[in-house]
């Protein structure tokens, strides 16, 4: 939920399966993730379980910027840099007013959605999902 995200330009995948192997989104997680990515990615990566190359996680807005591993963590100081040190308390309150909607919404719907989670996580169908999930990772089925 970093306000500017460095990524590696190779290797990496990005995305969320928790959908497709039985395990619902809290409402928290899917209302920042809109807050990061916009609606529409995040609707397409919580629901999808999509996984992404760098390029598309780029092209999509997952993340903002790419560049050689050893290059990173330089990068992403010289981001952090960018905003001087006389100005932290009004990037702040400028970050607080950004996120304000954001936050008002994960207050409302967090403890009325969230109550639900339990039973979507272990429902008969979230069960079969996690056992169909385990065996395409293991190559066996599961033992429980």
Same mark, same amino acid.
């Given at each position: 939920?970093?306000?500017?995200? &460095? /990524?590696?330009? !190779?290797?990496?995948?990005?995305?969320?399966?928790?959908? %497709? #192997?039985?395990?619902?989104?809290?409402?928290?997680? &899917?209302?920042?993730?809109?807050? !990061?990515?916009?609606? %529409?990615?995040?609707?397409? &990566?919580?629901?999808?379980?999509? #996984?992404?190359?760098?390029a598309? !996680?780029?092209?999509?807005?997952?993340?903002?910027?790419?560049?050689?591993?050893?290059?990173?963590?330089?990068?992403?100081v010289? &981001?952090?840099?960018?905003?001087?040190?006389?100005?932290?308390?009004?990037? !702040?309150?400028?970050?607080?007013?950004?996120?304000? /909607?954001?936050?008002?919404? #994960?207050?409302?719907?967090?403890?009325?959605?969230?109550?639900?989670?339990?039973?979507?996580?272990?429902?008969?169908? /979230?069960?079969?999902?996690?056992?169909?999930?385990?065996?395409?990772?293991?190559?066996?089925?599961?033992?429980?």
């Amino acid at each position: 939920m970093c306000d500017y995200r &460095v /990524a590696v330009a !190779a290797g990496a995948r990005f995305g969320l399966n928790e959908v %497709p #192997i039985g395990i619902p989104m809290p409402a928290v997680y &899917v209302r920042m993730l809109a807050h !990061a990515w916009g609606e %529409p990615v995040a609707s397409r &990566v919580c629901l999808l379980g999509e #996984i992404f190359t760098p390029a598309q !996680a780029h092209t999509l807005g997952m993340v903002h910027e790419l560049g050689p591993a050893e290059e990173l963590l330089d990068r992403a100081v010289a &981001v952090a840099e960018q905003t001087p040190e006389d100005c932290i308390e009004q990037y !702040a309150f400028t970050k607080r007013a950004c996120q304000a /909607a954001t936050l008002r919404d #994960i207050a409302e719907l967090a403890d009325p959605l969230d109550k639900e989670l339990p039973a979507g996580m272990t429902s008969d169908q /979230a069960r079969h999902a996690h056992r169909r999930y385990w065996q395409q990772l293991k190559g066996r089925p599961a033992e429980w």
